[in-house]
């Protein structure tokens, strides 16, 4: 499978080359041009945007709304005034339930949520909901982690104003059909605002396509570095929200008593905006398109069915979700018999195998589906069978490890 | 890269002497450790500033469960002011600030030591201590 090694790309496994790096769905490590595109532009480029009365100004601004540019092209928007620059997606999805939600949601109005939403697409949900007196219901899955259209349609109620999905989830890994969901969403005049933190990186998404009201993505999970992050929003829509934070740069005019609020997108990006990382992400998603989805999407399958099926072998191992490697995309959640996960995680960290070990901030799953914690391994485009059997030799010396026979 | 998964640690987390309930005892008390959802009922009995015996019950991660039972191996049969200074040592060990000597003081507890370079699991190392020092402090 590894005609390139793509890990040359990426400088840290040049200073770390031992370590089997499979954390990737809580952040991607950085390829060199990225890295080189950040400091290129605060070694050229650099002065406060959209200020500026002068060149170096200009450059700086055209680099940021270059970015904006390229983002907007990645997911197929249909214009760039959809496309606001935020921290990361928790930001994106803050920002919704703060504008849209305080505008529109009323006393007994409904909001639902997937139980295996991360923390970020809902804790905002939930205190929008307390806050106004709405109801918050969850849509359950299966236990291979599948939500169903007949599901949704039942718990869609005529008061359901917005429905929150991950397109992938943090811990199951499956894909959930967004698509069909918008619609159906759509024909129940029901906003839905999908959290594409751990789809965007890893397959094509067309917002269009998709038919989705909000999409909100960080750039650290696909390459670029951390603190920029993506919400994007359907112009209409956009237009008619508040502004979430207030401050420079997002207005038109002010006077002692009253302001008025610059046009799309700048309207919601108060002060100083992130230039520099809005350009790394621009040039992860150059490096992304330059691998292609194809490339990506068939090593990350392989690497996911070598490490399912061989995990599958291994007794006293259950993996969370779907048996089916198809439906993992790159992400495998599992636990040991005996073994407590942070247990798990400090034995693979002696062997120099990094993974995560927890709730993976979606607690109300965990409950749902009877277990305190769990490990997950998650792979990137730039791993390779070397880190799998990595993982997979450590994994079977763990109950051992532990005292146990077998 | 760190070592604690020792034979002493395994050991006390697979057979731990002092996990079990205890009928009488003078006073209780929960420690939890909500990032980890580590969580144990600490039960002493101590009578004359001395602690006659003491166990507990609950779950959590290896660390944490074997260092409990090792902590109460240690302190029961001392006194309280003994089983003060035995955490203020181990406090210090587990932050990599005890000389050897201290670290031989603690005996099987010493064999934690090396979790100073993980601080994630600090307080799971801790959890049983912690919550001793609070119910004789
Ligand atoms: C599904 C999902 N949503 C949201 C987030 C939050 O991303 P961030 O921490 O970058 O805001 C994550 C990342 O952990 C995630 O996996």
Redesign the pocket.
């Known amino acids: 499978m590894s005609e390139h090694d793509y890990k040359r790309d990426f400088p840290v496994f040049e200073k770390y080359p031992d370590i089997a790096y499979l954390d990737n769905?809580?952040t991607t490590q950085k390829p060199q041009a990225v890295i080189d595109a950040v400091s290129r532009y605060y070694r050229e480029e650099n002065a406060n945007p959209l200020r500026g009365l002068y060149e170096l100004a200009v450059k700086a601004t055209d680099a940021y709304e270059n970015a904006r540019i390229a983002v907007r092209d990645f997911i197929g928007a249909a214009s760039e005034r959809e496309i606001i620059f935020t921290r990361?997606?928790?930001?994106s999805?803050n920002l919704i339930a703060y504008s849209w939600g305080r505008a529109n949601i009323r006393e007994n109005d409904e909001i639902l949520v997937t139980i295996s939403e991360?923390h970020?697409?809902f804790l905002p949900w939930q205190i929008l909901a307390n806050e106004k007196r709405a109801k918050l219901k969850f849509l359950k899955c299966s236990e291979t982690g599948e939500y169903t259209a007949e599901a949704l349609k039942k718990a869609l109620t005529p008061r359901t104003k917005l429905f929150a999905i991950?397109q992938?989830?943090?811990v199951f890994g499956r894909v959930n059909p967004i698509k069909e969901f918008a619609e159906i969403c759509r024909a129940n005049g029901t906003l839905i605002v999908c959290?594409g933190?751990?789809s965007v990186p890893h397959i094509p998404v067309d917002v269009r396509e998709l038919g989705v009201d909000f999409l909100?993505f960080?750039g650290?999970?696909m390459l670029a570095p951390m603190g920029i992050?993506v919400l994007y929003g359907r112009e209409e829509l956009l237009e008619e929200m508040p502004p979430f934070l207030y401050g420079g740069e997002m207005i038109e005019f002010v006077t002692l008593c009253g302001a008025t609020f610059a046009e799309l997108p700048h309207k919601f990006e108060a002060g100083t905006v992130n230039a520099g990382g809005a350009v790394g992400l621009h040039a992860a998603i150059d490096y992304i398109n330059a691998i292609g989805f194809n490339e990506i999407e068939r090593r990350e399958n392989e690497l996911t069915k070598l490490l399912v099926t061989e995990m599958q072998q291994v007794p006293h191992i259950n993996i969370v979700g779907s048996h089916d490697p198809d439906e993992h995309h790159g992400i495998v959640t599992f636990t040991i018999d005996d073994v407590h996960p942070h247990d798990i995680a400090a034995i693979f960290d002696e062997s120099g195998v990094c993974i995560r070990a927890g709730h993976h901030?979606a607690q109300p799953l965990h409950k749902y589906l009877g277990v305190q914690s769990t490990v997950r391994a998650s792979v990137a485009f730039y791993n390779d069978e070397n880190d799998v059997r990595r993982f997979m030799d450590c994994l079977k010396t763990i109950r051992r490890r532990m005292g146990y026979s077998d | 890269m760190t070592n604690f998964y020792n034979e002493i640690l395994t050991d006390h987390n697979m057979h731990p002497v002092h996990k079990h309930e205890l009928s009488c005892c003078t006073c209780s008390r929960d420690g939890i450790n909500p990032s980890c959802g580590d969580e144990i009922t600490l039960n002493l009995n101590v009578e004359n500033g001395v602690i006659t015996d003491g166990s507990f019950t609950g779950s959590g991660c290896a660390v944490s469960q074997a260092s409990a039972d090792i902590m109460l191996d240690l302190v029961i049969g001392k006194s309280v002011e003994d089983a003060k200074h035995l955490h203020e040592l181990f406090v210090k060990m587990i932050h990599g600030d005890a000389c050897p000597a201290e670290i031989d003081e603690l005996e099987e507890a010493g064999a934690l030591a090396d979790i100073s370079h993980m601080p994630a699991r600090v307080k799971c190392a801790l959890l049983g201590w912690r919550t001793m020092a609070e119910m004789v402090g």
């Not at chain 1, 990361?88 to 930001?91: D, G, H, K, V």
């Open positions: 769905s809580a990361n997606a928790s930001e999805l991360h970020s697409n991950a992938i989830s943090n959290d933190a751990q909100a960080s650290h999970k992050g901030c």
